[in-house]
């Protein structure tokens, strides 16, 4: 026989053992959006490849081309696909997770269940997407000819990291957004702003020495940095510094967002 | 603390299945909260003046508006009682549900529930429009709580249930609204769990699911189980529920047995309107105004087809000339009919003292909906309004048009349907004459080809 309290304040101990019993949830929400986002398109999940192409080209075209920006010896479109993987996995993430509670509203009035399971689920619908660009990327490689380095091993702890980032600002976004729609505007100018604070279309080598730790305050740079050196090999340097920032960066938004998250969680049914 | 732990020890031994003690819910009202939600005016604040920003809130505090939605409530729930909860729109039955159902947290108080919880607060909750009936089963009963074994293990029977086998793969989106309505129920109904929690679904769907619905949902209750029910429907309470727990301003009203609470409760809802009939100008005290059925009974439900009865009883004070009285029937999908007499020029040569006056609207071609009467009295002139147009009763009319000869495959759309029927029939190409009408259920069952050899 299952026992329920219900009580002012009291729910800690019940939410992660919820988070357990409705672990299936994940799954059938994540699969829902999946579902649902090519229906009624001609192209389907072809979406999903041309995206990252056309982007590609554009990036290549106007860092590599017209700002003739270093590419370390690497292929410039290849350059600009390893860092657009986790960027675009970051931002989607970042601007679907947001959305997500006020896009459920209807649930979160009307049915119980952690909340946390719809946003962690539509971060793992942008990883589904993440994975599929990934498979072009090795399409890429080997059309060029580039073979990954030993370092490749490293790469699931990179895909960890941009996932904690993705899950940490999206986890803050949302709650914010429940009682903030601001950051219905807010989102897409982060989206947009950060693709090219990012160093997504050109190397975080060409930021000067002096501002280099403060740029890697942004943890796609250590991220994105991080993606190269597993793909691309030694070829494009590492600042390690970078690196280390990207990991606290993501232990403390992760951290903090849950702990927002959970401190807001009670009053969503109520201010939604 | 020591008390939970206690009572988790031995959770079996108890035979309560719901304990609700001094459950309270506030909200914060106010336009305080509106300034309070934006966030430029958070950071504009906080930026433009810091300590100004601090000492104001911590005086909203103080400013803020509370609201009780719930306030003291204690109740015990047996294992396998049946309870209904009854009272008026804002009574706080749905925010008792909702903390409950764990969507919301109450502000103090606590509750103690023995025993797996599913809630419906809605029908369909989670479909997605873009998806199959299939795959809706699917998510909807994830969202409900089950595990995707047991939906599995259970496909067949909901989609046996739910009638739609032929539309299993189609979008949702191009369902009837009945059909919609079927297989979103028939998820819910196959939840299994030891405690059910109901709130209103039943207002939806054509007659002859609902009864599905209820038959399940009374099946649910004889085996065994404890159901709490909320619903305006007062046939389907009574039918269901062996106890009321009637709900008002936030607070337990009264908790008793089905019939003795819902005499009063028509009782009261007849009499307890606050409408302002009372116009001490023209020194006229509207009392009451009360709806009766062809027996002559108080009712506050009708079947299509009876007579409506207005009665209003007033007190003259002073002898009032040749008034006007207007009365009108309107439901939320439109205005129905109106006794006008500024038109029909039948009125009463005076009132005085305290008597009644009553209107009698024949043979209601009405749909199954909810509906209102408005009143209003005016001067002998006929321009002056001594109390002005107004809601003074509700009323329902239910009732399975199906006995009346309908038998469209949209039917559940009546409840949205402009509400007036006028008795019409078609007259088809192949000579059928199809007459259709509200008037008497009987009438209509006869045969529209016998009909049409008669002509």
């Known amino acids: ?272 | 603390m020591s008390d939970t732990k206690g009572t988790s020890r031995n959770p079996t031994m108890t035979n309560t299945a719901i304990t609700i003690e001094n459950l309270g819910k506030r909200y914060i009202l106010g336009h305080q909260r509106a300034k309070d939600d934006g966030l430029r005016h958070a950071i504009e604040d906080a930026m433009r003046a810091p300590l100004a920003w601090l000492r104001s809130r911590r005086q909203k505090k103080l400013q803020e508006v509370d609201f009780w939605a719930l306030k003291d409530v204690s109740l015990q729930i047996k294992r396998g009682e049946v309870v209904g909860i009854i009272g008026r729109n804002g009574a706080g039955k749905s925010t008792l549900l909702k903390i409950l159902s764990r969507i919301t947290v109450p502000t103090e108080g606590r509750i103690r529930i023995d025993g797996r919880v599913a809630s419906l607060l809605e029908v369909g909750t989670g479909f997605h429009q873009e998806l199959t009936g299939r795959e809706n089963i699917f998510l909807n009963g994830a969202i409900l709580g089950m595990t995707r074994a047991e939906i599995i293990r259970k496909f067949d029977e909901i989609v046996e249930f739910s009638e739609i086998e032929e539309f299993l793969d189609t979008p949702v989106k191009r369902y009837s609204s009945g059909m919609y309505v079927r297989l979103a129920f028939a998820v819910a109904a196959h939840l299994e769990p030891e405690i059910l929690i109901v709130d209103e679904v039943l207002a939806v769907g054509d007659a002859a699911f609902q009864k599905k619905c209820l038959g399940k949902m009374g099946s649910f209750a004889h085996s065994g189980k404890t159901v709490l029910f909320v619903s305006h429907n007062m046939e389907a309470i009574r039918s269901l529920c062996q106890r009321v727990v009637w709900l008002k301003d936030g607070r337990l009203h009264k908790d008793g047995t089905v019939d003795e609470i819902l005499e009063t409760y028509f009782n009261s809802v007849s009499t307890e309107l606050s409408f302002s009939c009372v116009n001490p100008d023209y020194g006229l005290v509207v009392q009451k105004v009360v709806l009766k059925n062809d027996r002559g009974e108080e009712s506050s439900q009708f079947r299509p087809g009876e007579d409506l009865i207005v009665e209003i009883n007033y007190e003259a004070q002073k002898r009032l000339e040749q008034p006007y009285v207007i009365l009108g029937v309107q439901s939320v999908n439109g205005s129905c009919f109106t006794a006008n007499m500024l038109l029909d020029g039948h009125r009463p040569e005076a009132l005085t003292g305290t008597g009644k006056l009553a209107c009698r609207f024949k043979s209601l071609p009405l749909f199954p909906q909810s509906y209102s009467v408005k009143m209003s009295i005016r001067t002998k002139n006929g321009n002056d309004m001594i109390i002005k147009y107004q809601e003074v009763a509700y009323f329902n009319v239910v009732g399975d048009l199906a006995e009346y000869g309908y038998h469209g495959e949209f039917l559940t759309r009546a409840s949205q349907s402009t509400p007036v029927v006028v008795p019409y029939e078609w007259c088809l190409p192949d000579g059928t004459i199809a007459p259709v009408s509200l008037a008497d259920p009987r009438d209509s069952t006869v045969d529209t080809r016998e009909v049409a050899s008669l002509t």
Request: charged share 15%.
């Open chain 1, 1 to 272: 026989m299952t026992q329920l309290l219900i009580e002012a304040g009291l729910t800690e101990r019940q939410y992660w053992r919820d988070l357990w019993r409705y672990r299936e949830l994940f799954y059938f929400l994540a699969w829902r959006d999946l579902l649902v986002r090519y229906k009624q398109t001609f192209v389907g999940v072809g979406w999903s490849i041309i995206r990252p192409l056309l982007t590609m080209a554009v990036l290549t075209v106007v860092f590599g081309k017209l700002g003739k920006m270093p590419s370390g010896g690497v292929p410039y479109p290849l350059l600009v696909l390893c860092g657009m993987l986790p960027w675009q996995f970051f931002s989607t993430a970042m601007a679907e997770s947001g959305n997500s509670l006020v896009q459920n509203s209807n649930l979160i009035s009307k049915v119980y269940f952690p909340r946390l399971v719809i946003t962690v689920s539509t971060v793992i619908t942008s990883f589904v997407d993440f994975l599929i660009s990934g498979i072009f990327l090795i399409v890429v490689m080997i059309w060029y000819r580039q073979a990954p380095p030993v370092a490749v091993l490293f790469l699931p702890f990179f895909v960890l990291l941009v996932f904690g980032a993705s899950f940490g600002v999206g986890v803050w976004i949302a709650a914010l957004m429940v009682k903030y729609r601001d950051f219905r505007f807010i989102v897409p100018f982060m989206v947009q702003f950060g693709l090219y604070i990012s160093p997504v279309g050109f190397q975080s080598s060409v930021v000067p020495v002096k501002f280099r730790l403060l740029y890697s305050l942004n943890p796609m740079v250590g991220i994105i940095d991080g993606f190269r050196w597993c793909l691309l090999g030694a070829k494009s340097n590492v600042y390690w510094p970078g690196l280390e920032i990207a990991l606290i960066d993501v232990i403390v938004l992760v951290a903090s967002g849950i702990w927002y998250f959970r401190k807001t969680e009670q009053t969503f049914a109520d201010v939604i």
